[in-house]
């Protein structure tokens, strides 16, 4: 016969339940930021685009590190950079160097 103190534990669980899922959204998105945003890819991809320019005009051999998280695939052809984010909402990145070497051509390989 009490309905009203039932409706409001019902609430006050779903309350309980939102709240912990939206918890959990903003943790998943202060740990893993790049999976939400493509800031850093652009950056990233133009950054990279002004490396590759400098590194061929520039004379002799050079041989250049450039760090970058393991999530994002980089591809470079003779005509463009691209940079794809293959970030997913758990995942933590480790650091992957890509290796510039400049001799006659530019080589890039990741390591």
Do not use: C, W
């Amino acid at each position: 016969m009490n309905k009203r103190g039932e409706e409001a534990q019902l609430y006050l669980i779903i309350e309980i339940v939102i709240g912990i899922l939206v918890a959990g959204l903003f943790i998943s998105m202060a740990t893993n930021y790049d999976s939400y945003s493509n800031i850093h890819k652009i950056f990233i991809e133009k950054d990279l685009k002004l490396l590759s320019e400098s590194l061929l005009s520039a004379p002799g051999e050079i041989e250049f590190i450039y760090p970058i998280k393991s999530y994002y695939d980089v591809s470079i052809s003779s005509t463009e950079i691209q940079v794809q984010n293959n970030a997913q909402l758990i995942q933590f990145a480790t650091e992957d160097k890509l290796v510039f070497t400049k001799t006659d051509d530019l080589r890039v390989v990741r390591q």
